[in-house]
Structures are given as C-alpha cells and as structure tokens.
C-alpha cells in the first residue's frame, strides 16, 4: 500500500532537519563574518604596532619604494636608487617650510585632515573629468572614416587632470603602508592611518619621516639624495631657492627632474619662496 506522504519522498522527520541544516548555514555565515572582523582588526594593530615603533625607529621603506624597486627592476632589469636617512636637525629648515608652503600649509595645526580641501579637489576633479569627457565626445564627432589613412593614426583620449587635497600626514600614510590604487577602500584606510599617526607621532618626526622617504625623482628618494643629485649640497645646506624648487617637484617628480629649471618651475619656486616666511613649523 503506497502512502501519499512516502510518495511526496519527504517524511516528517525530513522536514524536520530542515531548520537545522538553515541554522547551521547561519552559524557559519557569523563565523566568516567573525573571523573577517578579526582579520581586520588584526591588521589595524599590526599598523598602530608598527608607527608607535617610529617614534624611535626609522623607518627602512616605504610600500611605495618597494613597488618602485620592483618597476624598475621589471622594466628596466635595473635598480638605480639613491637615498640617505638624515636626522630632523640635518635638513635645513628652508625646506621645511618650502614643503609645507607648497603641500600643507596648515600642516602645524590641523589633525591630519583638511576636509575643505578634499571637497574643494572632489569639485575640480569632477569638473575636469566633465570636461574631459566633452573633449572626447567632440574628438570622436570629428574622427575619420574607419577606412581612412587617418584612421591608423587615432589621436589620444584626453586625460582629466586629477588634482589631490592630501596633507602630508595623509601623503606619508599611503606611502608607508598603501598602494597607489583609487578605491574607496584604500581612502578609507588612509585616513585611519592618517590618525593613527597624527596620534602616535609628533607633527616634527611625521614632516622628518616624510622629507627622508618622499620621491623626488626616479629612485631618488629623501632630502638628503636629492639635495646632492640636484644642487650637490647637502640637505642641511640647502638656501631657501633651491629648498623652493625641490618643493615644488613633489607633486610630479618623475617630470620635473627632467626640466628642473624650467619658467614653471622657477615661477612657482619664487611663489613658494615669497610664502615661506609665513610657515609656522611644528
């Protein structure tokens, strides 16, 4: 004799191991929820541990420097690097207040964020960007036949030019623990970081920290190298002219070191020099 519930091929006891089996779908769900939690905070401690050690470590490299290492070495077989650690005392002051004249000018008093200056760069950036796409739009418009000579030789999208409102807490952050990628994530990091180090670290060993690891041209890395590679002087002889024109590479050293004495560059070093007497350095 065939029961309709045997045919249905469920039994009561079936039905009832169902909750159990979603229970434990859920149970395991929590625990790689848990354990991703963990790992994140895992990691903030591995950061907090390593930039409370810089108070009286220096550092070796940076995250940046090390994927630098590894271009040049995939790009060009080689490594030609450059760089010497040099205490707070040995870099002239001229180039403290040139650096911050030009990348932060509130560097002594904000706490490691300016939010103004992030949302007025948002702004032109999504300026840039609108007109960027407009120029592509109209070049596109304008394109040859596909058919054509032309054709072969398509000239370059247009590229936005992407301005940034970071202090140089927040510079040093990315460069000492992050990559160079534009996520929402990586931002969000960085701004712990950033705290984590205005936190654990005077404003004077954060601005002696940055002036011995930021780049100032390829494999040219610190005050010191580039104060020799530049104007063969050390970075404690360094006038407040050639403090000027160092800082204004900062922003694209890879292209400023090949015109380092260009008009740009020496009409926004003497507009950086005419600030530096208003720098008031931590």
Same mark, same amino acid.
């Given at each position: 004799m ?23 779908a ?22 907090l ?13 940076t ?26 005392? &040995?870099? %002239?002051?001229?180039? /403290? $207040? =040139? ?5 932060? !000018?509130?560097?002594?008093d904000?706490?490691g @964020?300016?939010?103004?200056?992030l ?15 407009? &120029?592509n %739009?109209?070049?596109? /418009? $304008? =394109? ?5 000579? !032309? ?6 999208? @247009? ?18 623990f992050l ?5 929402v994530?990586?931002? =969000? ?6 705290f ?25 890395f610190?005050?010191?190298a580039?104060?020799?590679?530049y104007f ?5 002889q ?18 400023f ?26």
């Amino acid at each position: 004799m065939t029961h309709p519930r045997g045919a249905a091929g469920t039994s009561p006891a079936g039905r009832r191991q169902r909750p159990g089996r979603a229970g434990s779908a859920a149970s395991t769900g929590w625990r790689l929820l848990l354990l991703v939690l963990l790992c994140a905070v895992s990691l903030q401690l591995f950061f907090l541990a390593r930039i409370a050690l810089m108070a009286v470590v220096d550092p070796q490299s940076t995250s940046f420097q090390r994927s630098e290492i590894f271009r040049l070495a995939v790009d060009k077989h080689a490594v030609a690097w450059a760089q010497q650690w040099v205490d707070n005392t &040995r870099i %002239a002051a001229h180039l /403290k $207040r =040139a650096v911050v004249a030009s990348e932060d !000018a509130r560097f002594a008093d904000h706490s490691g @964020v300016e939010w103004d200056a992030l949302e007025a760069a948002w702004d032109k950036n999504q300026r840039a960007e609108a007109a960027a796409e407009r &120029r592509n %739009a109209q070049l596109a /418009k $304008r =394109a040859p036949p596909p058919d054509s000579a !032309a054709a072969a030789r398509p000239r370059p999208a @247009v590229v936005p030019k992407v301005v940034g409102g970071s202090t140089i807490s927040q510079q040093l952050a990315k460069n000492l623990f992050l990559s160079g990628e534009r996520t929402v994530l990586r931002k =969000a990091q960085e701004f712990i970081l950033t705290f984590m180090l205005e936190g654990l670290l005077s404003k004077q060993r954060i601005l002696e920290i940055y002036l011995n690891n930021v780049e100032w041209g390829e494999g040219l890395f610190g005050a010191q190298a580039a104060a020799r590679h530049y104007f063969r002087v050390d970075a404690a002889q360094l006038a407040p002219g050639q403090a000027a024109r160092l800082a204004v590479m900062l922003p694209a050293p890879k292209r400023f070191e090949k015109t380092p004495g260009s008009a740009y560059v020496a009409g926004r070093a003497a507009t950086i020099a005419a600030r530096m007497g208003a720098v008031t350095l931590p």
